[in-house]
């Protein structure tokens, strides 16, 4: 049998859920996927993105978490495949009917966003966005509380870990690919932080939901990965048999 071939007279997971901590592949990963199966590619940060993007723009304090989650309540945001469009998106993000898919990866919402996605309103105000876009189906939905908080019903959860040293590492990489300065012994201690921070904070912390499928792809390639999961999607298919 070939186990990375999914059936395809069988049903796939509509929704696939792939949680996990920084640098543990879930981008790479969740887009190669999504593109294996023509799915939606759906990396879940950009909703947190789009709410500050429209709080900086519309003049509302990032301090003000009150009148940042009405915006998150009030003002229609989706995320739906790229179309035509040939600029190197992996989806269009739209807020308030406006395409912001670039807008929301300025440094000005990098800036702000880790602080709106830590507010506990505006993380369940943007649950139902979340949620409305995972139950269209035919989506992977790349996150940190997919599979725990957003959608513990997706068909499929996957955990994808990988030890902080090779976390670091491939961070390292990127950043020499970039022609960043960086310090491996510094990534590794701010990878060890921001672990602690994501694991222990009260509201959607980072973990992975019991019923996930955990992958440690330290000593994978990327391929690897992609073909472990595609046999958790044969697995999934001969388990509905
Ligand atoms: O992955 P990113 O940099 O685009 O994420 C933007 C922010 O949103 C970052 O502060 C992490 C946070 N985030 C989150 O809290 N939960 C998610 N499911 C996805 C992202």
């Given at each position: 049998?070939?186990?990375?071939?999914?059936?395809?007279?069988?049903?796939?997971?509509?929704?696939i859920?792939?949680d996990?901590?920084?640098?543990?592949?879930?981008?790479?990963?969740?887009?190669?996927?999504?593109?294996?199966l023509?799915?939606?590619?759906?990396d879940?940060?950009?909703v947190?993105r789009?709410?500050?993007?429209?709080?900086?723009?519309?003049?509302?304090?990032?301090?003000?978490?009150?009148?940042?989650?009405?915006?998150?309540?009030?003002v229609?945001?989706?995320?739906?495949?790229?179309?035509?469009?040939?600029?190197?998106?992996?989806?269009?993000?739209?807020?308030?009917?406006?395409d912001?898919t670039?807008a929301v990866?300025?440094?000005?919402?990098?800036?702000?966003?880790?602080?709106?996605?830590?507010?506990?309103?505006?993380?369940?105000?943007?649950?139902?966005?979340?949620?409305?876009?995972?139950?269209?189906?035919?989506?992977?939905m790349?996150g940190?509380d997919?599979?725990?908080?957003?959608?513990p019903?997706?068909d499929?959860?996957?955990?994808?870990?990988?030890?902080?040293?090779?976390?670091?590492r491939r961070?390292?990489?990127?950043?020499?690919e970039?022609?960043?300065?960086?310090s491996?012994?510094e990534?590794?201690a701010?990878?060890?932080?921001?672990?602690?921070?994501?694991?222990?904070?009260?509201?959607?912390?980072?973990?992975?939901?019991?019923?996930?499928?955990?992958?440690?792809?330290?000593?994978?390639?990327?391929?690897?990965?992609?073909?472990?999961?595609?046999?958790?999607?044969?697995?999934?298919?001969?388990?509905?048999?």
């Open positions: 049998m070939n186990v990375g071939a999914p059936q395809p007279s069988a049903a796939l997971p509509a929704t859920a792939i996990g901590p920084a640098a543990s592949g879930k981008s790479t990963i969740g887009h190669a996927l999504a593109q294996r023509g799915y939606l590619y759906f879940t940060g950009v947190y789009a709410v500050t993007w429209l709080a900086l723009t519309r003049g509302v304090p990032i301090s003000d978490e009150v009148a940042v989650a009405q915006l998150a309540l009030t229609p945001i989706d995320v739906v495949a790229p179309a035509d469009a040939c600029d190197g998106r992996l989806a269009t993000v739209l807020a308030g009917g406006e912001v670039w990866r300025q440094p000005q919402v990098d800036a702000n966003v880790s602080v709106v996605s830590a507010y506990p309103r505006v993380r369940d105000a943007l649950k139902m966005h979340q949620r409305r876009i995972g139950h269209a189906g035919r989506v992977v790349v940190r997919i599979g725990t908080v957003i959608m019903d997706a499929l959860k996957i955990y994808l870990d990988a030890s902080p040293a090779e976390r670091a961070r390292c990489e990127e950043g020499r970039r022609g960043l300065p960086v491996y012994e990534i590794l701010a990878m060890r932080r921001r672990d602690a921070f994501d694991s222990g904070r009260r509201t959607a912390p980072l973990r992975a939901a019991p019923d996930a499928q955990v992958v440690d792809s330290t000593d994978l390639s990327a391929p690897e990965v992609l073909q472990q999961i595609m046999g958790l999607i044969v697995a999934w298919q001969e388990a509905r048999d």
